[in-house]
């Protein structure tokens, strides 16, 4: 009540603030009116290779259907950045949002900023929502109902280097996780100056690239509402992970490295193994970006004690602002931006997608490298949906579970750091039940 | 300006207003009717938000500002005040960023300011490549920095690697990457603090400078003896203007370390931490409770500073 | 120094190392610009290069950075006008009547940390139905310029002396009118160093605009971001736009030197 008459007083000063200084500013803003049912269309998107592609087809959209898409193109934090303020305040003037279903997903959802799409998926038929595979949808259904639609799905693939195999005297890329752990430490005998193995080491960043790690030696974050990182399999993970990069990692290894600086490292030639999102390929194999780029190999996630588990997941999906006042466009916009054929366009230009009938499509990996697309078809056999712990407050708990690969990247010991790890990871999880 | 080389106009001919009595309102009013506005604008401005921040701190708001929330007293500060993992760290590094950034720009800006204190030729250029850096966007300069401090492909281990020293993490490090926008930040603001330090030598009368020569004071002395005192509230000035921007720097931090400020939180100062808390953690209530300490750490620190001021200028 | 000679050469020598040191990395930004990735990353390419306009063609065509220069102009260009026109009264006023501790209260608006302000703007703001075009942004870099430009324009009102006005009292203007007709022509030099002054850190602002920009609205310093991207960091692209960011900024320190200085420090010689 208090909170109230503060703001309503606020207000009222605001108003005439408003009208006494900035009318003349605010007038000559254009399209100062977020419109109700307008035909303006607002769509805030991420910066990624899909946005780029949709954003060249739109023309066709606006033709079919006289709408006007006013695109907003972000960073990937400063996106987040935005719908925290955005949403927070329940501001209306973001109609479709490109968004990460695991991890803002659930807090989006939990918040109320999502839109209940579940009667537009069913309405219709040739737009089919059962093409979508369920791990992806399943992740973007809170509480029985579907608040997104997923875009693009990602698995951790093994990136290696061919000649730098050939050189230390091995022919195939490694099928376990103890061939990768000897196949690293040879390159690195054979070139110092080559790093047997390169990986993510930011300790929130890395997480989901250790994820499919943990997975493969039977361990996960969480087991019904338990913390499990402190679990002999996590414990070994944990060593794993973090002693194949203090071994046969670079060189003063720094514990920064999201997948930028990671990825730079791989492709300047300067590592020979590399796990990474499948999603990212690309990156590795253009020649305008990678020096590597003619002697790049994919193979499917190494096996581990339990086989090979790496995670298949939805990272992007769209989504409807609850509050937008224009929800009927922007569904037109999610069903034309997911139809089969934008999809399998996005597919072709290397984005992979969440249809079971454009990975069936032989053309949905023409354009792919032969044994990137075998390691896809792997990966996403025995894959898990996640690859971070699903809790609505995903950034603390990623840095909680992250502490350890750090601890083991810089040589100290994991299992203390993970027991620790766990206790305040198992106190997120019991805020969280009640 | 035409006014006042009329001098012969009538009383009744020189109104300008069309009412007088409005007019007349005015300028007897006129000491609020100007500072009015903008006060009013500023007040509203701060007041919503800071009232609002104030209502938070006192409330477990989490998630979003307008899920529910119920009130909890003052539970906030204490947590926060007792939480000796991430507030105090970032207390302890928004000081000595602050400290250690402006003792440098300090003695740095002081020596970039006597050199430039007596006129040479080609003065004017030196000026102009001084005021670079601190025009520069912050956010481009933070991309600058990351690009010529990549421990594989920028520019300063490639220098290093030159005078035979090997390569640094510089931001990638965990102890180095703290320093390392220290550096930057010295950098970029080194110049400000040399350009009020030479607009308050160029203040100074030249007396007692050549008392202190004839006395036969060395250039040191008359340095440490006559001119730094004279200077004390001109340094003081500069420290007030840069500090408050250096304990509240973000562009800089974000541009390099991203939210957070790093694996090990290495570079993260209240600033920073409150913007996770806020907009990365979505704990709203214990995010308000760090802005309201950290506004007040920041008063205290310009009411002490400007009473040290006052008593300098007052000496 | 005992011999004046042998302080020239110190101070020569001195200076240019002074100098280098800050226009070295500006250089090597601006160097960046002009080459591919794969030269940023090779070492041997590090000043001798092949240059290319592919990253600014990038920036302007691609990335649609005039559209972005214009948001900043424009936005730069209303906080300050706008601040102006309630900053200079103002100013005046608390100059003239000796107001501290109402200065005081717009002073306050620099000390304040932004992260507290955002979310109850935007939340006040969506409200109102402000948001989506270029107020709410606006307003805030307002709350940047309007304290800067008060705190200087004090400084300058102070400094200016009371005679001319009373003068022009005697002529039997009102005090409004002498405002007006006399003060503010002479405070032209002030209102110029408070007006670039208050455009270079509008122009600059990252924090508000980061949130509180939109698809229409978007300034240069979040527009950076855009070249760190999911797929990549473009080293190329991100140095061209943070030249393209920098330089008009440069430029105009550049032609208006003396006023930038003046405005920076302003308030650093008075008791």
């Not at chain 1, 695991?102 to 989006?108: I, W, Y």
């Not at chain 1, 490298?369 to 949906?385: E, M, Q």
């Not at chain 2, 004839?214 to 500090?243: C, E, K, N, Y």
């Amino acid at each position: 009540m208090l909170r109230r008459s503060v703001i309503g007083a606020s207000l009222a000063m605001a108003v005439a603030m408003g009208l006494a200084a900035c009318g003349s500013s605010g007038s000559s803003g254009g399209s100062g009116d977020s419109g109700s049912g307008s035909k303006t269309l607002r769509v805030t998107l991420a910066n990624h290779v899909w946005t780029e592609n949709i954003k060249a087809a739109l023309g066709d959209f606006e033709k079919q259907t006289g709408l006007k898409v006013e695109v907003t193109q972000l960073g990937e934090s400063q996106l987040s950045d935005q719908y925290n303020v955005k949403l927070n305040a329940g501001a209306s003037d973001i109609d479709v949002m490109m968004y990460r279903p695991l991890q803002e997903g659930k807090l989006f959802a939990k918040n109320g900023y999502l839109a209940d799409l579940s009667k537009d998926v069913k309405a219709n038929k040739d737009w089919d929502f059962s093409d979508f595979q369920a791990g992806p949808v399943g992740t973007t259904t809170y509480k029985g109902k579907v608040v997104g639609v997923p875009i693009i799905t990602e698995r951790e693939v093994l990136y290696y280097r061919k000649d730098l195999l050939a050189k230390a005297g091995l022919t195939a890329p490694p099928k376990t996780l103890d061939e990768l752990k000897t196949a690293a430490a040879a390159v690195k005998a054979a070139d110092p100056g080559v790093a047997g193995f390169v990986a993510r080491t930011d300790k929130s960043a890395a997480v989901t690239q250790f994820s499919s790690f943990l997975y493969s030696f039977g361990g996960d974050f969480d087991k019904n509402g338990k913390a499990t990182v402190n679990s002999d399999a996590a414990k070994q993970a944990y060593a794993f992970y973090g002693g194949l990069l203090k071994d046969s990692g670079p060189a003063n290894v720094s514990t920064d490295m999201s997948w930028p600086e990671a990825m730079a490292i791989f492709t300047q030639g300067k590592a020979a193994f590399y796990t990474e999102a499948d999603s990212l390929y690309k990156n590795a194999t253009d020649p305008a970006k990678s020096k590597v780029a003619d002697t790049v190999g994919f193979a499917p996630f190494p096996a581990g004690p339990a086989g090979s588990k790496p995670y298949n997941i939805p990272s992007w999906a769209l989504g409807i602002n609850a509050n937008s006042k224009n929800q009927a466009n922007a569904w037109k916009f999610i069903e034309w931006a997911t139809s089969k054929e934008q999809t399998l366009a996005q597919q072709k230009a290397g984005v992979p997608s969440a249809r079971t009938s454009v990975w069936a499509n032989p053309e949905g990996t023409s354009t792919y490298p032969k044994d990137l697309a075998d390691a896809i078809a792997a990966s996403a056999k025995g894959g898990v949906a996640h690859d971070r712990p699903l809790v609505v407050k995903v950034s603390q708990v990623r840095e909680v579970v992250g502490q350890p690969i750090v601890e083991a990247i810089t040589g100290k010991d994991p299992a203390a750091s993970a027991d620790t790890a766990n206790q305040a990871f198992q106190k997120f999880l019991d805020d969280e039940q009640k | 300006m035409a006014a006042v080389t009329s001098p012969t106009r009538s009383p009744s001919a020189r109104s300008t207003s069309p009412d007088p009595a409005w007019s007349r309102w005015a300028n007897g009013h006129r000491k609020w009717l100007f500072a009015a506005p903008a006060m009013l604008f500023v007040a509203v401005l701060i007041v919503i938000p800071l009232t609002w921040t104030i209502y938070l701190s006192l409330t477990d708001a989490e998630g979003s500002v307008r899920a529910e929330s119920s009130f909890i007293g003052f539970k906030n500060y204490v947590d926060v005040l007792s939480d000796t993992d991430r507030f105090w760290p970032a207390v302890l590094r928004t000081v000595a960023f602050t400290g250690i950034a402006l003792l440098f720009e300090v003695v740095l800006g002081m020596a970039i300011a006597l050199l430039l204190w007596r006129p040479f030729r080609g003065q004017r250029w030196v000026r102009v490549a001084i005021l670079m850096p601190l025009v520069a966007t912050p956010v481009a300069v933070g991309m600058m920095w990351r690009l010529i401090f990549d421990p594989n492909i920028g520019m300063a281990n490639q220098v290093l690697g030159w005078v035979g020293i090997g390569p640094q993490p510089w931001l990638a490090g965990r102890s180095t990457a703290l320093p390392t926008t220290m550096f930057i930040d010295i950098w970029q603001w080194t110049p400000m603090v040399a350009l009020i330090l030479l607009a308050g030598l160029t203040s100074l009368s030249d007396e007692p400078q050549e008392a202190a020569r004839i006395d036969g004071a060395s250039a040191w002395q008359r340095f440490r003896h006559v001119t730094l005192p004279l200077m004390m509230p001109t340094v003081i000035v500069a420290i007030l203007l840069r500090g408050i921007d250096a304990l509240k720097t973000f562009d800089i931090l974000y541009a390099t370390k991203g939210r957070g400020g790093g694996s090990f939180h290495e570079v993260e100062t209240l600033n920073v931490y409150a913007y996770g808390l806020s907009f990365d953690y979505n704990e709203y209530g214990v995010s308000s409770a760090v802005l309201i300490i950290f506004f007040l750490i920041i008063i205290g620190l310009m009411w002490a500073l400007t009473a040290r001021r006052k008593k300098e200028a007052n000496r | 120094m005992k011999s004046p000679t042998a302080y020239r050469a110190f101070r020569v020598v001195a200076l240019a190392v002074v100098v280098v040191s800050l226009l070295a990395p500006l250089l090597w930004m601006v160097a960046a610009s002009f080459k591919t990735n794969v030269d940023i990353y090779d070492q041997s390419k590090a000043l001798v290069f092949s240059p290319t306009l592919e990253n600014y063609k990038k920036v302007l065509r691609q990335a649609n950075y005039v559209q972005f220069i214009g948001n900043s102009l424009w936005v730069a260009f209303a906080a300050t006008v706008l601040s102006l026109i309630l900053g200079v009264p103002a100013a005046y006023s608390m100059s003239r009547f000796n107001m501290k501790k109402s200065a005081l209260v717009v002073l306050m608006a620099r000390v304040i940390p932004g992260v507290s302000l955002l979310v109850p703007w935007y939340y006040v703001f969506s409200n109102l139905r402000m948001v989506g075009g270029f107020t709410v942004l606006i307003l805030s870099h307002m709350f940047v310029s309007l304290p800067l430009i008060v705190y200087i324009m004090m400084g300058f009102f102070d400094g200016l002396p009371l005679e001319l006005e009373e003068a022009a009292l005697v002529d039997g203007l009102t005090h409004i009118g002498a405002f007006r007709r006399v003060t503010l022509p002479l405070s032209a030099p002030g209102i110029a160093t408070a007006g670039i002054l208050s455009f270079i850190f509008s122009w600059n602002n990252f924090m508000f605009a980061l949130v509180l920009s939109g698809a229409d609205t978007k300034t240069l310093p979040v527009a950076i971001f855009d070249f760190v991207g999911y797929a990549s960091i473009d080293w190329g692209g991100l140095m061209a736009a943070a030249t393209v960011v920098t330089l008009p900024i440069m430029l105009i320190a550049l032609f208006v030197q003396k006023y930038v200085v003046s405005g920076l420090t302003a308030g650093a010689t008075k008791g």
